[in-house]
């Protein structure tokens, strides 16, 4: 294996006038730069879908506010929604994803390197469509607007008795196209994972980054093309005379919702699988000790993989299903805590006899142990049936799916792109700046998150624009607003070390943290062609291999 | 009625423990943890249960995150070698396996004995039954067996646990989904067009109960507000009485009368005993009964009321009544005529 490149005739970038840079990057198809657009295209997406929180927090900070009206409130609690998970989260994941696949399991590129363009540029398609809205489309009320029928889009509000105009279509129409760029992406990771791994790697001896994204790019294929079906059906219904969810006509509201949830459940494993697949990549390199249980891993992401498709009916314990149904959903739904402890107590083992450095990397997997362990019980409070009858639809559940999506996903993010950072741009980011977005975010984080459950249990349901005085919801609201302002300090910190490092950071060198995947055997930034020549491996370690010659891992597994 | 679950004694005094848990002073008008109802009361048995498993679960792991953490970092003196390389045990990959598996088993048979008890009660012969319809942005309530129609404010009986008269509730829709949450008495249920279901209550102290829509049901979902008023079996009698009397009849307002039936009022409101017989808008036959204008979004005064009848908007903005554009003289008439629907 060679841990050196060499530069090939053409891929210089410095003296390129722009015009013809950027026109490399549009029609590019390597992964990397791919990766790098999923992410860049993301981070966007996540100043915009911010500042939507910011204003619904605004006008939540006291009862009776009227700071934005209730059709611009429900605007922006659909599009933030919207955007956050399709075009937020899923991007940035996607990127990772692209980017460090096949470093990682010593390829050259994705199995479908035109497909791979092609999903991002229908991904971002999506995403400009969904706020064309703003300009093209009418609201409910035809004062020309963003969808505002809520992220779920339960019938029969979509339907054209009570949203006329076209914001429900841009909204439709917006994930119909980048679902087909999702599941292009799901396609390319299956492929790339099962038929491009480099001599030697077998799939017990993948990094468990590139397992845990191929049974996310399993789910992907599974919930997104039911929910694109949903979307086909919903167009039909408004404006081929369908009467699918059309209540009015005979046709059932809660069958999108059945639709809606066998995506929207796995969807929240598909955010949650890539963001596991970077906790387990940090932690064993900052505890310097090699992933506790690998098969039993493997295993329990298997397992969250098969009993995610059998939950979703737990987001409508309130719709009046059957006793039957009803228990069903509470054991399966109770059931996926087991593998999810599993990886929890994992994880805490591989930290267990290490020597854990606390880098920006490893405070931000630290934080997120903690804020998993605390939204998973809070889950599986809202998975025992009756409980949930309360929970649900309140603001404990806001609470809990920000504690999973923000505390669990997010937080992993941040870990992600300060440890790859050095790799995708060859510079060391400032730990000092890293270390006060840390701060900042978690402090944020806390006031914002956990004090949002307390109005859930006092009654206060979601999705209201402003909420009467006297329900004992008013302290609680104004501190978890003034936690926004401290995440968004946090998300400035962390935007200036990002733009900061990358033109003023020191150089990384190859292989900054001493860890173990291929990727980090290459050089920073990668050259076009990945490796000088395809690495070889004996197992999942594969530098602590070479650099351990006296004590390989091969021994051992 | 089978009498509620009930969960070991100290259970309970856990969840007295729990500050805001004090039933006889809630903590918040709308507090899960003050149930005043017997399905309320056993959803917050379980919940305490789940508390208590769940929160010595977050013990347990919460203390070995920060034992770890603490104990072996990094040192400053550190020899600079790699600590020793675990691959992993079998042992104790079993024992968090199967030790989780228990606690699931343990859930899900607590669980489904609540989801049982609150699904499964039949309606006895003496419960009030009453038909609540979801509409954008209020609540319409009609007591079939009573002959009574009445909005956005339920009333019902005290239930005395020794001969409960619990209320059994039909939850319709008549346009989008909403869902009818009065936490201090019951968990929520959707209201969702072509899906009636059922839900009942029977609480056992009189007063009033709030809520509101829990299902995002379109522009005005925040101020479509639910209250109960439980009163005792006199009262209750009384009220039924009340509200099945024709409309009242008042020549002094005639003038106003004439104007609801000739402008579009009454294609959304009834009156009955008079040519307004609209469905769409609540029932105004007896709506100077109620505390409570707009779905309860503004109080039942006379200044309130002119200014819902001349602009909806600045109460509850993407209403569905419109503006009636009545010149002064006309909406004091109006406004005098609805203020005699006692």
Redesign the interface.
């Given at each position: 294996m060679s841990t050196d490149a060499v530069a090939l005739p053409g891929t210089e970038l410095a003296s390129r006038p722009l015009v013809s840079s950027l026109h490399d990057w549009v029609t590019t198809v390597d992964h990397k730069r791919l990766g790098i657009l999923y992410i860049s295209y993301a981070l966007v997406f996540l100043l915009i879908a911010g500042i939507e929180a910011t204003v619904i927090r605004i006008q939540l900070i006291r009862p009776h506010n009227d700071f934005v009206?209730?059709?611009v409130f429900?605007r922006l609690f659909t599009m933030h929604g919207t955007t956050m998970i399709f075009f937020v989260i899923m991007p940035f994941l996607f990127g990772f994803a692209n980017y460090l696949i096949p470093l990682m399991i010593g390829a050259r590129d994705m199995a479908f390197p035109r497909l791979n363009a092609f999903s991002f540029w229908m991904t971002a398609f999506g995403g400009l469509l969904l706020y064309f809205s703003l300009v093209g489309a009418n609201g409910?009320?035809g004062a020309g607007n963003a969808p505002?029928v809520?992220w779920f889009a339960?019938?029969?509000?979509t339907s054209r008795?009570?949203s006329v105009g076209h914001s429900t279509d841009f909204w439709t129409l917006a994930l119909l196209v980048s679902g087909f760029g999702s599941i292009g992406t799901a396609i390319n990771i299956i492929a790339t994972v099962f038929c491009m791994r480099c001599p030697g790697m077998t799939l017990a001896k993948m990094p468990l980054f590139a397992w845990l994204n191929l049974v996310m790019a399993g789910l992907v294929v599974l919930c997104v093309s039911p929910l694109t079906a949903a979307q086909v059906m919903l167009v039909i219904d408004r404006y081929l005379g369908g009467h699918f969810f059309d209540?009015?006509a005979?046709?059932?509201?809660?069958i999108w919702m059945h639709f809606f949830w066998v995506f929207g459940h796995p969807e929240v494993y598909v955010l949650v699988l890539p963001a596991f697949a970077f906790a387990s990549e940090i932690i064993p390199v900052f505890?310097?000790?090699?992933i506790?249980?690998?098969?039993?891993m493997v295993g329990a992401t298997i397992a969250i993989g098969f009993i995610s498709m059998s939950v979703w009916a737990h987001h409508m314990f309130?719709?009046?299903m059957?006793?039957a149904a009803?228990?069903f959903f509470?054991?399966s739904t109770?059931?996926i805590?087991?593998p999810t402890?599993?990886k929890?107590?994992?994880w805490?083992?591989t930290?267990?006899?290490?020597?854990?450095?606390?880098k920006t990397p490893m405070l931000f997997c630290?934080a997120f142990?903690?804020q998993f362990?605390?939204a998973g019980?809070?889950g599986?409070?809202q998975?025992?049936?009756?409980?949930?009858?309360?929970?649900?639809?309140?603001y404990f559940v806001v609470a809990h799916f920000h504690y999973v999506i923000v505390g669990g996903i997010l937080f992993c993010l941040f870990g992600a792109f300060y440890y790859w950072f050095p790799k995708m741009s060859g510079k060391m980011y400032s730990e000092a700046l890293g270390k006060l977005h840390f701060w900042l975010f978690i402090v944020g984080f806390h006031m914002t998150f956990d004090f949002m459950h307390i109005p859930g249990?006092?009654?206060?349901?979601?999705?209201?624009?402003?909420?009467?005085p006297?329900?004992?919801?008013d302290t609680w609201n104004l501190i978890v607003t003034i936690g926004v302002f401290f995440q968004a300090a946090g998300i400035l910190v962390f935007l200036g070390n990002l733009i900061w490092s990358y033109f003023r950071g020191k150089p990384a060198g190859n292989d900054p943290w001493d860890a173990w995947t291929l990727e980090w055997s290459t050089n920073s930034p990668p050259p076009a062609y990945n490796f000088y020549t395809i690495p070889s491996v004996q197992s999942r370690r594969p530098l602590w291999d070479l650099k351990?010659p006296d004590?390989p891992?091969w021994k051992?597994? | 009625m089978k009498r509620p679950i009930s969960y070991p004694v100290i259970v309970l005094m856990c969840g007295r423990a729990i500050a805001?848990a004090d039933t006889a002073q809630p903590?918040?008008?709308?507090?899960?943890?003050a149930p005043a109802s017997t399905p309320a009361k056993?959803?917050f048995g379980?919940?305490l249960f789940?508390?208590a498993v769940?929160g010595a679960?977050?013990l347990i792991?919460?203390a070995?995150?920060v034992y770890?953490?603490a104990k072996?970092?990094?040192?400053r003196n550190?020899d600079g070698r790699?600590?020793?390389?675990?691959?992993?045990?079998n042992q104790?990959?079993l024992a968090?396996?199967i030790i989780?598996?228990l606690i699931?088993v343990a859930?899900?048979m607590?669980?489904?004995r609540?989801?049982?008890f609150?699904?499964?009660t039949p309606a006895p012969s003496n419960a009030i039954a009453v038909t609540a319809i979801g509409h954008?942005f209020w609540w319409e309530y009609r007591y079939a067996d009573l002959g009574v129609v009445t909005a956005n404010e339920l009333h019902v009986p005290v239930s005395d646990p020794a001969h409960p008269t619990p209320t059994f509730i039909k939850?319709l829709s008549a346009?989008?989904?909403h869902?009818f949450?009065v936490?201090r008495l019951?968990?929520?249920?959707?209201l969702?067009?072509?899906?009636p279901?059922?839900m009942w209550i029977d609480p056992q102290e009189t007063g009033i109960y709030?809520?509101?829509?829990?299902?995002?049901?379109?522009?005005?979902?925040?101020?479509m507000?639910l209250r109960v008023y439980v009163q005792s079996k006199d009262e209750f009698e009384r009220w039924i009485q009340q509200q099945r009397q024709p409309a009242f009849v008042n020549d002094a307002v005639s003038e106003g009368q004439r104007i609801f039936e000739t402008t579009a009022c009454i294609n959304c409101h009834a009156v009955s005993g008079t040519v307004a017989n609209g469905r769409f808008g609540p029932d105004l036959t007896h709506l100077m009964s109620r505390d409570t204008i707009a779905a309860g979004a503004a109080t039942n005064t006379p200044e309130n009321l002119r200014l819902w009848i001349r602009d909806p908007n600045t109460i509850k903005?993407?209403s569905l009544m419109p503006a009636m554009e009545l010149n002064e003289q006309e909406l004091d008439a109006v406004a005098a005529y609805l203020e005699t629907l006692r």
């Open positions: 009206t209730p059709q429900n409910l009320y505002d809520g339960y019938a029969p509000l008795t009570f209540t009015q005979g046709g059932s509201a809660v505890s310097r000790k090699p506790f249980g690998y098969p039993v309130t719709v009046g059957s006793s009803n228990n509470v054991i109770m059931a805590a087991v402890g599993i929890i107590f994992n805490l083992g930290m267990w006899g290490g020597k854990i450095e606390f630290i142990l903690f362990l605390i019980l809070t599986i409070m998975g025992a049936a009756p409980f949930d009858w309360h929970l649900g639809n309140s249990l006092l009654g206060m349901p979601r999705r209201i624009y402003t909420y009467e006297g329900r004992g919801w351990h004590d891992d051992y597994e | 805001f903590w918040s008008p709308t507090n899960i943890f056993s959803i379980l919940s789940v508390l769940t679960i977050f792991v919460f070995l995150l770890s953490v072996f970092r990094k040192r550190d790699e600590p020793p390389q675990v691959y992993g045990s104790v990959e968090w396996t989780p598996i699931v859930l899900f607590a669980t489904a609540v989801i049982a609150v699904q499964k954008q939850l346009d989008t989904d869902s949450w936490p019951a968990g929520k249920t959707d969702i067009p072509n899906h279901n059922n709030l809520g509101q829509c829990a299902q995002y049901c379109g522009t005005q979902h925040a101020k507000l903005p993407g």
